[in-house]
């Protein structure tokens, strides 16, 4: 993982996380995604496309880009409530059969503490 500036606004930041395909055909996807912290908009993020190999894996990076402003209005937000809630939305792309067919898929996750 590797973290940068640009001025004091955005934060980037790069991650290298490992995909991995189980089943025997090829697999591509590729997505884009925001990024909420108690509520508030903090960033947004992309994963270029990625292929792995049937029964393989790979290891990708994925960016993230968080606005810092607005990152510290929802580390306020979390202190004042005692609580948090990260939420990343997006859109998963891929390609079906051998590659022949785009399909889209959007995805939502929420992870609430405590």
Same mark, same amino acid.
Request: proline letters at 6%.
């Given at each position: 993982m590797s973290i940068g500036t640009d001025g004091v606004k955005t934060i980037e930041i790069t991650m290298t996380l490992n995909f991995t395909n189980p089943s025997n055909v090829p697999t591509q996807l590729s997505s884009d995604f925001?990024?909420?912290?108690s509520k508030v908009y903090i960033g947004d993020g992309h994963l270029p496309d990625v292929r792995v190999p049937p029964r393989g894996s790979k290891l990708e990076q994925v960016y993230l880009h968080i606005d810092s402003q607005q990152l510290v209005l929802s580390?306020?937000?979390? !202190? $004042?409530? @005692?609580?948090f809630e990260l939420a990343v939305e997006g859109?998963?792309?891929?390609? !079906? $059969?051998? @590659?022949?067919?785009?399909?889209?898929?959007?995805f939502s996750v929420v992870y609430r503490y405590p």
């Amino acid at each position: 993982m590797s973290i940068g500036t640009d001025g004091v606004k955005t934060i980037e930041i790069t991650m290298t996380l490992n995909f991995t395909n189980p089943s025997n055909v090829p697999t591509q996807l590729s997505s884009d995604f925001q990024i909420c912290l108690s509520k508030v908009y903090i960033g947004d993020g992309h994963l270029p496309d990625v292929r792995v190999p049937p029964r393989g894996s790979k290891l990708e990076q994925v960016y993230l880009h968080i606005d810092s402003q607005q990152l510290v209005l929802s580390i306020i937000s979390m !202190l $004042l409530q @005692g609580e948090f809630e990260l939420a990343v939305e997006g859109v998963l792309h891929t390609r !079906l $059969l051998f @590659g022949l067919i785009p399909a889209s898929r959007q995805f939502s996750v929420v992870y609430r503490y405590p």
